[in-house]
């Protein structure tokens, strides 16, 4: 038993990342991408340490402790280490505050950031999200004095004034399904608005702040009657406001994201803005909140990647190394083309959402964008799960044992699929999103980015007239179109990662490889179309008459 097979080693992630370092040198001006070198370096160290960490020290969890010693009701959250440094992290190196500088290309800026924080950070990403949309839509709401209290906290890069907000939605009758809420807002006489109701699941329950959708008090059913408030969770004690925390989730995976049931008890609340619409003012926030589920979706994929890669060279099997295997290297080779597919993807969005806030995108661009974000969102997601499942096997049973830290990649990667939006639900969206345009923005892009005649723009352009056909044969049946909804959104999805892949194949200077990703990815396919019968649906959906 001398054996003792040699764990895979975290390369340094920037310094060591082909695809993000060839994105920056490539769409960020010089002097811009110089000056955002020594946070990505930093953060990139901090990976390697949080990875090693990880190896050597039992894993934790969050512990809520409902009572003190004498009785009294704390509700006090210990969290792990990587979220003990989390604001420290934040603030030092920018992760969320740089999104909100005066540039286009600010967006761009924070999410190479955030990718490269967030495998470490232990999901202390998904608050920053929620803060990230929190302030884009205080920002958005034109309530000059919330934005006063609130931005400065939020964007700041001191850790002792910075603050966490989370997003208080989801209640027992709904997720996506809003309308249902329960929770209701009322006005003292002295016109302080409070809310009384239960939230199902509350995510980084230890923010400092929130938003939440709530019903005052004699407004009518449905989503147009929820209002949007703005919620502090302590008083200058540090007492919960109102705030009663039921339990911790147990949940298949993010263990080490404090996920609460909870009970508002007049918790003090501010409106947004109107008490009325307060899903219509989530809007501004939804590009920003699923921008950055694709780019954690990403983060995953390319820890994943280069962990299998490494152990590929470690491992030795039948007389020879994984990677000298041909079929275990164009496995590898396969991950790399969807992974990297998912990343041109993705950094076009953020690109783009940074180039249409600061009001430097004409109408077109706009379009795309808010075509693109729910495709990176629910495309990305998917690809997520996929690869690093595959990662996992890679590793044979080592991916199966918890101690390697293997396993958590892939039960972390299944929330991409769920939060900010389920699938099918990011596919209705699309649909919003195509309206009475059609595809005509992806078209108009995919024409600027793939050279017309080559074998990546021939094989985009055929997906593309299969999906405008299939529109054209569904779109006077709203079941049908609906059916049809996830092939299209995948199609869609995967036309415009190819065109992308091109871009970069003929900027590569030399380096064969983005050439090799574009070729694989597009003969992996690129049309996920399908149009059975919505009869069988029926028939295979439901459960089995008993008798």
Wanted: glycine share 8%; hydrophobic share 45%.
């Amino acid at each position: 038993m001398a054996f003792v097979q040699d764990a895979p080693r975290l390369a340094q992630p920037y310094r060591h990342d082909r695809v993000l370092r060839a994105w920056l040198a490539r769409r960020l001006p010089p002097d811009r991408a110089a000056a955002l070198e020594g946070d990505l370096d930093a953060l990139g160290d901090y990976a390697v340490m949080a990875w090693e960490r990880r190896q050597s020290t039992p894993r934790t969890e969050p512990v809520l402790t409902s009572w003190d010693a004498w009785g009294n009701r704390v509700d006090r959250i210990a969290l792990t280490p990587a979220w003990d440094e989390g604001p420290t992290m934040t603030t030092r190196h920018a992760v969320l505050a740089a999104g909100h500088e005066p540039s286009p290309w600010a967006r761009a800026e924070a999410f190479a950031r955030v990718y490269l924080y967030h495998v470490a950070s232990e999901f202390y990403c998904c608050p920053l999200a929620m803060t990230d949309g929190a302030a884009t839509a205080i920002r958005a709401s034109g309530n000059a004095a919330l934005a006063a209290r609130a931005l400065p906290h939020f964007l700041s890069r001191d850790p002792s004034t910075f603050w966490l907000s989370g997003q208080w939605m989801t209640e027992t009758p709904g997720g996506s399904d809003v309308g249902r809420s329960e929770t209701t807002a009322r006005q003292d006489a002295d016109g302080q608005w409070r809310l009384y109701g239960r939230k199902w699941f509350s995510s980084a329950v230890v923010g400092e702040a929130a938003l939440a959708l709530a019903r005052p008090e004699g407004a009518g059913t449905g989503t147009a009657a929820l209002g949007l408030f703005y919620v502090e969770t302590r008083d200058e004690h540090g007492a919960w406001r109102g705030i009663t925390i039921d339990r911790l989730k147990k949940k298949l995976g993010t263990h080490e994201l404090p996920t609460a049931e909870i009970h508002l008890d007049g918790l003090p609340a501010t409106p947004v803005g109107p008490v009325e619409h307060g899903v219509r003012q989530i809007a501004p926030m939804l590009n920003v909140t699923r921008t950055w589920n694709a780019v954690c979706a990403v983060a995953s994929m390319a820890r994943a990647v280069a962990l299998a890669r490494d152990y590929a060279t470690r491992r030795h099997a039948f007389g020879r190394r994984l990677i000298d295997h041909p079929l275990h290297a164009r496995t590898l080779a396969d991950m790399q083309a969807e992974y990297e597919a998912a990343f041109a993807l993705t950094f076009h969005v953020a690109e783009l959402l940074g180039h249409v806030e600061h009001d430097e995108a004409g109408p077109a661009e706009v379009a795309l964008l808010r075509l693109l974000t729910p495709l990176a969102k629910l495309w990305t997601a998917k690809v997520a799960i996929r690869v690093v499942s595959e990662a996992l096997e890679c590793f044979g049973g080592a991916g199966y044992i918890e101690d390697t830290g293997l396993p958590q990649l892939l039960r972390d990667a299944q929330v991409y699929a769920i939060w900010e939006g389920t699938t099918n639900v990011l596919s209705l969206d699309m649909l919003r999103a195509l309206g009475g345009i059609g595809i005509a923005p992806l078209r108009t892009a995919v024409a600027g980015l793939a050279p017309e005649g080559d074998a990546t723009r021939r094989a985009i352009d055929r997906a593309l007239d299969a999906t405008e056909a299939l529109l054209a044969e569904v779109g006077s049946d709203r079941s049908s179109l609906e059916a049809s909804a996830r092939g299209i959104a995948f199609t869609l999805a995967r036309c415009m990662a190819a065109a992308l892949l091109a871009r970069s194949a003929a900027a590569a200077d030399g380096d064969t490889r983005p050439a090799a990703a574009c070729r694989r990815f597009v003969a992996r396919g690129l049309d996920r179309l399908s149009l059975p019968e919505n009869d069988d649906d029926a028939l295979l959906a439901t459960a089995p008459d008993p008798g």
